[in-house]
């Protein structure tokens, strides 16, 4: 058994890839196959409705707000975010959690004016009123944190690229102006990026825009302004589908928490041979970071861990070290996997 552990892109459910081998690749009575029909037809159109009330469902959408489907990745948003939603000279706020939610702000910077601030600890923000938006990164990918709350950040919208959380727990969206994932860890293939927007933040958006990086603009043309990434948003259906099969967020939270529990645990009880380095409360459930307190056996573990069959494991080149990225799609049996190698690597070498 072989097992994928790469932050992204991603395993993907094996029930996802074997519908998506019967269904989207067979050509129908007008020769076409389903990503070859035009976006502007019927089936594509039921289709991309059928994604957004599953989506919806699965979030418990509130009503004023919009799912959009754009084409790209989560860092075209770092740009479009503030030229969506800042008007000139107006700063947006940005707190610093970790590598990529620096990297937002850093291109937010190319658009506007930006104000960065460390994450409080406690669960009330004061941030200027003059402020745009707050932005955060619920979970650091490369980092391997999380917050263990939702900021409250008064009448300031909360905008938060939740790329590698998404539909990993529940979300109380009514919490948020802005939530952007692009696809590639939890959703489906890479080159979509799902938002969901709240409906009075759309009159934000400029008018001269381009037309396609409007979030107004897409949210009136039903995501279609231009061709959308089809093939990512018909797995993504999929995904979706499979999620609500499994029993949504909430069974995907107690499997995420079961499986994070047994690599942590892991490298809890070795000793000292793994060292986490993210504090107990802010450690990811899906990024899970560590390094070996030898760092000269790292690459021995990345080489011995490929042949067991646990792939993709070493950490992000900020860091170095191990990354082990357990999203929705990984079944229990691969952080079981995992762990009991870990405990035999660290037998051997401790
Ligand atoms: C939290 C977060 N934000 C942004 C990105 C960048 O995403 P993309 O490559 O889709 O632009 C990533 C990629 O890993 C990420 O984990």
Redesign the pocket.
Known sequence: MAWNFA??PARLPDAVLARANAELFQRGADGACAIERPFTGPDFRALLEHARQRLSGLLDLPANYKIIFLA?????Q?SLLPMNLCAPGQTAAYANAGY?SV??MQEASKQARTLEFVPPSSGVWDIPADCAYCHI?P????DGSAYPFIPDTGAIPLAA?C??SFLTAPLAVEKFGFIYA????NIGP?GL?VAIIRDDLLERCPADLPAPFSYRRQAEGNSCVNTPPMFAIQMAAMVFDWIAEQGGLSAMAEAGQRKAAIVYGAIDRSDGFYQAPVPLLNRSPVNIRFHLVAPEQTEIFVTEAAAAGLHHLRGHAHFGGIRASLYNAMPEAGAMALASFMTDFARRYG
């Open positions: 932050a992204g790209g990745g989560a860092m075209q770092f990529w990297r937002a990164t979970n650091e990918t490369v690229d790329t590698s692009s696809a590639q860890k890479a990026t």
